[in-house]
């Protein structure tokens, strides 16, 4: 991971964008400003998600990350989590997630789990979303959804 301390920024080079995307569902998918690397598209992409973007090279994506630093894996930030969320897909489940729960609190399904009591949670598997018990693995209750 590159981040500078001293600038509290982060350096989202093609390498790292490469192996945090390699968890989206798609692979070389030419309309994805991320499996094409274009870094200036991809700047542009963070600037509307948030982002303060403070240079920009063929290669490389030069962001402020300052929120909650933490020195371990060479510095981490909670700019640089979220944005691995958004390259790597895992953002738009989570957002999928909380739709999934708000609509089946809307409908009033039970949200306790009829064998060990514990709370259901809205969960994302290959075959897609289900209810999961969250107490697994003691307690291994799933219902499709």
Not at 17 to 40: G, Q, R, S
Request: hydrophobic share 30%.
């Amino acid at each position: 991971m590159t981040y500078i301390k001293k600038e509290k920024a982060f350096n989202l080079t093609a390498t790292k964008l490469k192996h945090w995307h390699h968890y989206a569902k798609h692979i070389n998918n030419p309309d994805c400003i991320f499996c094409t690397c274009d870094m200036y598209k991809i700047a542009e992409f963070l600037k509307e998600q948030g982002f303060e973007v403070l240079d920009v090279g063929h290669a490389w994506v030069k962001i402020k990350a300052e929120k909650n630093y933490k020195p371990f894996h060479g510095g981490t930030t909670d700019e640089i989590n979220l944005l691995f969320n958004i390259i790597s897909g895992k953002k738009a489940v989570q957002d999928q997630v909380k739709i999934k729960t708000e609509e089946l609190r809307k409908n009033n399904e039970p949200m306790i789990c009829p064998q060990c009591g514990k709370t259901l949670k809205v969960r994302n598997g290959p075959y897609g979303f289900f209810l999961g018990c969250t107490g697994y693995p003691k307690c291994r209750y799933t219902k499709n959804i």
